[in-house]
């Protein structure tokens, strides 16, 4: 009997500040969301690997989008830029991207900076289903 309410409870999605805060920070900062929920290698790890790919594909000079409402591939890039939080909001305030792809190392560092996003929003669910008891 009580077997079986321990197993009810651990089945509940849990609610609270944690589930909304975690995903949140977790997105603008990349690997915040697991050192607030004290998971310190894996935000490690995923701050690492997210910074260095932005860093490497601003190296090769990829392009990073902005809003686009005219093409699909263009909004696409986009949402995945947007993914890496407040490293966009810095390239996009300081210009950074900006120049026309002339080589083909830019063309991998513009799919360096979106799979970057993608991967920090990835992290970012992760986080959530962290906070939520759906992963122990």
Known sequence: MANEKAIA????????????????????????????QKRYV????????????FFCGLGMRGKVYGFNLGDLLDM?????DLGNGLLY?????????????????ADY???FLVCGGLLNIIAAID?????IGKKP
């Not at 609610?15 to 977790?26: E, K, Q, S, Y």
């Not at 490690?44 to 790919?53: D, E, K, N, Q, Y």
């Not at 696409?76 to 995945?80: D, E, N, S, T, Y």
């Not at 986080?127 to 906070?131: D, F, G, K, L």
Request: charged share 5%.
């Open 76 to 80: 696409l890039g986009f949402v995945g």
């Open 42 to 53: 894996r935000g490690a790890f995923i701050f690492v690997s997210v910074t260095l790919m």
């Open 127 to 131: 986080a959530h289903h962290i906070a």
């Open 9 to 36: 409870n651990a089945a509940r999605p849990q609610t609270g500040m944690m589930t909304v805060a975690a995903p949140l920070a977790g997105w603008l900062i990349p690997g915040l969301g697991h050192f607030m």
């Open 89 to 105: 909001f810095l390239a996009a305030g300081q210009d950074w991207g900006q120049t026309a792809i002339f080589r083909a190392t």
């Open 109 to 111: 560092g513009t799919r």
